[in-house]
């Protein structure tokens, strides 16, 4: 009987892979590429998932000329510019939502044309298309022009679906759109995160919970739970709030490795990230979203504002109320009114007033990046959104090596550079969202309120930590929906 690597590599139509969190996916893909014939064209969602899958096909030796990764919105891109005429493409790099959706669109006109076909074929033996739950209507919709040429081989996770409606689009739709249509070739049904990286006991317990999830029964989180596993059931929201403070100011201060908090991927969960970053003293850092609207909103504010004392002003707002508690008692009051001051012997922290004086004479960017790194270098000044932070320091650093632009224009290009690079922000204890860090890989996780989670959230929350697990929740019997 073949293995599913082989299954997968052989593979002439369109199939898919039903590949649980942490089950070995991109090592059968990495495999069912190095025994396939020909080269194959790899295409995921994320910088970060291109790194991934090429670092674990040089583990296992596969030849580079047996293949090539990209994300799925590169590749399309680079093939419509190859092409512009025919595609009626020029936008170098798109820039919202509504540009990238275009491009898929004009992508899927331009695979359906003969030559291109061609080109296709003399190029790859097949395509495999990872986390393809994440997929778009119109991401789909342009990969099965591409399965009318060549193989198409899907891996993804429905229980881990979760963008759906994001950003206005609406997301494939596994059950109607690929059940009927993809052939199943296999489901992978190993917990090897937890096995080689974690407790295994932890990736067994998982797995029937995934079961359980999935067949919508409700779920008792205390029922054999290993010793890596801890619940907190409380009984009501005040509970809920102190349980979310203590686990993540003291639950893990004897574990080593990365720890992430997750809430709800909601706005209003958003928000209670950075209340709770603040409430833990920078313990834990908040991750902001992919499309940095406090950034960007900072960055407009500032923008309008036609004096330096405006300008300072708003900083000093932007840094007290965003990043850091504590501000009130490292400013002086002539610096909080966005006057100079004068130094004396007796000043506070005079290295923050000499900065602020310096700004208030020359409102540059390499003044402003002064200022905000004295702040920071405060003990007093407590930073507890770190991700926002070092954002701000990337834009005013693109700003200072080219002076001509404006701060909007040093924001839209670290946004472009960011789609790239990814979080430039690495810390060992983070809050966020469950759609911020789907697809992240920690040592342990603490779920911020169980309860509050759809049975998609939950999984994709649940199975983030490799090595323990908190579980705080207003009830011991979970029935997400």
């Known amino acids: 009987m073949p293995s599913l690597p082989e299954i997968l590599a052989n593979h002439s139509g369109k199939g898919y ?13 990495a495999n069912a590429v190095k025994i ?50 025919t595609a009626n493409w020029n936008i170098e790099l798109p820039n919202s939502g509504e540009e990238w959706e275009e491009l898929c669109l004009k992508c899927t006109a331009l695979v359906g044309r003969g030559f291109i076909k061609r080109v296709l074929c003399a190029s790859y033996e097949g395509i495999y298309v990872d986390e393809y739950q994440d997929c778009m209507q119109s991401h789909h919709n342009m990969f099965l022009a591409f399965a009318e040429t060549l193989p ?18 609406n997301a494939v739709d596994w059950d109607t759109q690929l059940v009927p249509h993809f052939e199943c070739l296999g489901e992978l049904d190993t917990p090897h995160r937890w096995i080689h990286d974690g407790d295994p006991a932890l990736g067994q317990w998982l797995r029937g919970l995934r079961e359980s999830i999935v067949s919508g029964e409700g779920i008792d989180i205390q029922s054999g739970k290993p010793p890596s596993v801890t619940i907190h059931v409380v009984s009501n929201d005040d509970e809920l709030r102190n349980q979310q403070i203590t686990a993540c100011k003291w639950g893990c201060q004897n574990k080593d490795g990365r720890v ?34 406090r950034l960007i909103s900072f960055v407009k504010a500032y923008s309008r504002k036609t004096t330096a004392q405006e300008m300072l002003l708003c900083t000093i707002e932007f840094m007290k109320d965003k990043c850091f508690s504590g501000i009130n008692t490292v400013l002086s009051a002539t610096t909080k009114r966005g006057e100079r001051a004068n130094i004396q012997a007796n000043t506070k922290n005079p290295e923050i007033v000499q900065a602020a004086n310096k700004f208030l004479i020359t409102p540059s960017p390499l003044n402003l990046c002064a200022f905000i790194q004295s702040v920071k270098n405060t003990p007093e000044a407590t930073l507890y959104a770190r991700d926002l932070f070092y954002r ?26 960011f789609r790239h690079t990814g979080r430039p922000i690495s810390y060992p204890k983070l ?49 997400p929906i």
């Open 17 to 29: 892979v039903i590949a649980p969190a942490g089950f070995g996916k991109t090592h059968l893909i």
């Open 431 to 479: 809050i966020g969202t469950t759609l911020l860090i789907k697809g992240q890989e920690y040592d342990h996780t603490i779920v911020l309120d169980a309860s509050s989670l759809t049975k998609k959230d939950l999984y994709v929350a649940l199975t983030r930590g490799s090595k323990s697990l908190t579980i705080i929740s207003k009830s011991r019997i979970l029935r």
């Open 36 to 85: 396939s014939e020909g080269r194959q064209l790899i295409l995921t969602h994320t910088h970060a998932g291109v790194d991934a899958l090429k670092k674990k096909l040089q583990k296992l030796d596969v030849p580079s000329a047996k293949y090539h990764v990209d994300t799925i919105a590169s590749y399309a891109l680079k093939l419509c510019l190859s092409y512009p005429q």
């Open 392 to 417: 701000l320091l990337k834009v005013l650093t693109i700003n200072k090596a080219e002076p001509a632009l404006t701060l909007g224009e040093a924001a839209t290009l670290f946004q472009k550079q």
């Open 260 to 293: 992430i908090a997750i809430h709800k991927g909601d706005n209003i969960h958003k928000a209670k990230s950075h209340i709770l970053a603040k409430q833990t003293g920078g313990i834990f850092s908040s991750i902001e979203e992919i499309e940095g609207k």
């Open 152 to 169: 198409l081989r899907i891996l993804g996770d429905p229980l881990q679906a979760i963008f759906d409606g994001i950003g206005g689009q």
